[in-house]
Nanobody, 122 residues
Framework: QVQLVESGGGLVQAGGSLRLSCAAS????????MAWYRQAPGKQRELVAN???????NYADFVKGRSTISRDNAKNTVYLQMNSLKPEDTAVYYC????????????????WGKGTLVTVSS
């Protein structure tokens, strides 16, 4: 019904920047909060940042001041601009969205992308 596809990951040197994108498609009626999570090897998945449909944002302490989340509601797309990357930012980054579909307009469901790998070399 709904697919989330991330892009923009890759290998970057410490101090560099990357911009991740996540496009949602399918039978979408409305998307509420969209978010980025990450999971490093051997660690639990953790929230990086989220953004409501109205544009309110929330960031994890480890990315505050270094990253910016934004979205284009017309394109059902969320972005994560990451600057001053550190080796400890190496992880698979996952897109998440609370989506109301055309068949379930009053009930939102969580959808996840398959992830995009970000590797930061020292």
């Amino acid at each position: 019904q709904v697919q989330l596809v991330e892009s923009g990951g890759g290998l970057v040197q410490a101090g560099g920047s990357l911009r991740l994108s996540c496009a949602a498609s399918g039978t979408i009626f409305r998307i509420n909060t969209m978010a980025w999570y990450r999971q490093a090897p051997g660690k639990q998945r953790e929230l990086v940042a989220n953004i409501t449909s109205g544009g309110s944002t929330n960031y994890a302490d480890f990315v505050k001041g270094r990253s910016t989340i934004s979205r284009d509601n017309a394109k059902n797309t969320v972005y994560l601009q990451m600057n001053s990357l550190k080796p400890e930012d190496t992880a698979v980054y996952y897109c998440n969205a609370d989506v109301h579909t055309l068949s379930m307009r009053f009930y939102g469901m969580d959808y996840w992308g398959k992830g995009t790998l970000v590797t930061v070399s020292s």
